[in-house]
Nanobody, 114 residues
Framework: QVQLVESGGGTVQPGGSQILSCQAS????????MGWYRQTPGKERERVAQ???????YYLDSVKGRFTISRDNAKNTAYLQMRDLKPEDTAVYYC????????WGQGTQVTVSS
């Protein structure tokens, strides 16, 4: 069982920036595929960004050039740096680990509003 603790989130104005953090439990962090997903009411959860064990990257088209995912293996932590935020980025953001199965964080609300 992998437990995830997210931090960050809140309300930011359009054009602003935020950083989300996700600390994972366990001693196999270097083997975890880390990802961030988001969900808005009435819509399916979508994958926003992912970083593999060899630092391979995936980004949702709409966030390319604005979001950056990274990992610090020494701290068992993954990050999602978000800049130039838009109202359509408003969602609950979930940290995800894939390690033989999916594990999810509790979710953190990001609201982009003036």
């Amino acid at each position: 069982q992998v437990q995830l603790v997210e931090s960050g989130g809140g309300t930011v104005q359009p054009g602003g920036s935020q950083i989300l953090s996700c600390q994972a439990s366990g001693s196999s962090f270097t083997s975890y595929i880390m990802g961030w997903y988001r969900q808005t009411p009435g819509k399916e959860r979508e994958r926003v960004a992912q970083i593999s064990t060899e630092d391979g990257l995936y980004y949702l088209d709409s966030v390319k050039g604005r979001f950056t995912i990274s990992r610090d293996n020494a701290k068992n932590t993954a990050y999602l740096q978000m800049r130039d935020l838009k109202p359509e980025d408003t969602a609950v953001y979930y940290c995800n680990v894939y390690f033989f199965q999916h594990f999810w964080g509790q979710g953190t609300q990001v609201t982009v509003s003036s």
